[in-house]
Structures are given as structure tokens and as C-alpha cells.
Nanobody
Framework: QVQLVESGGGLVQAGGSLRLSCAASGMFIGIITMAWYRQAPGKQRELVASINSGSITTYSHSVKGRFAISRDNAKHTLYLQMNSLKPEDTAVYFC????????WGQGTQVTVSS
């Protein structure tokens, strides 16, 4: 049974940093394209970063240069390093495949104060 558990969110001031983790069970994240998504109140879920099996990464325009996606295949864990955080980064962050094909986890709340 596939399970994705996100953690690492919290309250941070603008300009601060956070590192999110996504622990995957029941699947091997190294062979598929994984992604981080976020959903702000009243908005649709959006994909913010992805990493493919060759470790090629892509980012949405809004986070490029500030966020970095990575993974540890041995630990079955996906990461999102978030730097220079802005209030508009406030959202619940989720991980999933790039096509969103796995059951969604609970996400982790990131709140950036101005």
C-alpha cells in the first residue's frame, strides 16, 4: 500500500528557510518523476517542483531560484529546500508523482509571515 507522509512545515518569517520531507512507503521514488505541490486557501493545487529518475529538476516560475527539490532513494524520501520564503508561499505542501497518481497525504502547512 502506497503512503506519502509530508513533514517539516511550520511558521517562518519572510526571508526564512524551511526544509520539507516526504517519506514514501510502498513505492520506489527513484524510478519515477516525483513532485512537490502546494495549495493555498481558495486556490487550486499547483505543482511547484519535480525531479525525474535522472535527477533532472524543474520548477515553477514562482519558486525558481529559491526552492530546491532532491531525493534520497535509499531513504525513500523526497525533500524540498525552501529559501527566501515569501508570504505568498503560504500553503499546504504535498508530494506525489508528477501526475498525481498516488494517494494524497495530509500535507504539511507552511505559513510565511510578513
Amino acid at each position: 500500500q502506497v503512503q506519502l507522509v509530508e513533514s517539516g512545515g511550520g511558521l517562518v518569517q519572510a526571508g526564512g528557510s524551511l526544509r520539507l520531507s516526504c517519506a514514501a512507503s510502498g513505492m520506489f521514488i527513484g524510478i519515477i518523476t516525483m513532485a512537490w505541490y502546494r495549495q493555498a486557501p481558495g486556490k487550486q493545487r499547483e505543482l511547484v517542483a519535480s525531479i525525474n529518475s535522472g535527477s533532472i529538476t524543474t520548477y515553477s516560475h514562482s519558486v525558481k531560484g529559491r526552492f530546491a527539490i532532491s531525493r534520497d532513494n535509499a531513504k525513500h524520501t523526497l525533500y524540498l529546500q525552501m529559501n527566501s520564503l515569501k508570504p505568498e508561499d503560504t500553503a499546504v505542501y504535498f508530494c506525489n508523482t508528477a501526475r498525481g497518481t498516488m494517494p494524497w497525504g495530509q500535507g504539511t502547512q507552511v505559513t510565511v509571515s510578513s
